[in-house]
């Protein structure tokens, strides 16, 4: 792969330029909206309404959590099977 083939100059700078505009355009709405709500306070209370939609999207729970009960869980079917338990194990239960 040649690094300097007019292609991939071509589309990194594309990228660059796409990258740059997007983070601007956002920017420069942020920017509006502060100052449109600075102006009119009932743009700035409509401002503050809707800022808290941002929160609809649910937040998954920590992986820790998941990674205990898969352990629980490969524990009961250990024991369940009849293999003795590891050494690993103790460990485990030591630790938490």
Do not use: C, H
Request: negative net charge; aromatic residues 12%; without cysteine.
């Amino acid at each position: 792969m040649d690094l300097l083939s007019n292609n991939t100059i071509f589309i990194f700078f594309i990228f660059v330029a796409l990258v740059t505009g997007l983070f601007s355009f956002v920017v420069w709405a942020m920017l509006k909206m502060v100052t449109w709500g600075k102006s009119m306070s009932k743009g700035a209370y409509l401002f503050l309404a809707l800022f808290p939609l941002i929160s609809i999207i649910p937040i998954p729970p920590p992986t820790y959590e998941n990674v205990q009960k898969a352990k629980q869980e490969q524990k009961k079917r250990k024991e369940d099977s009849g293999d003795p338990p590891d050494d690993e194990d103790d460990e485990d239960e030591l630790t938490s």
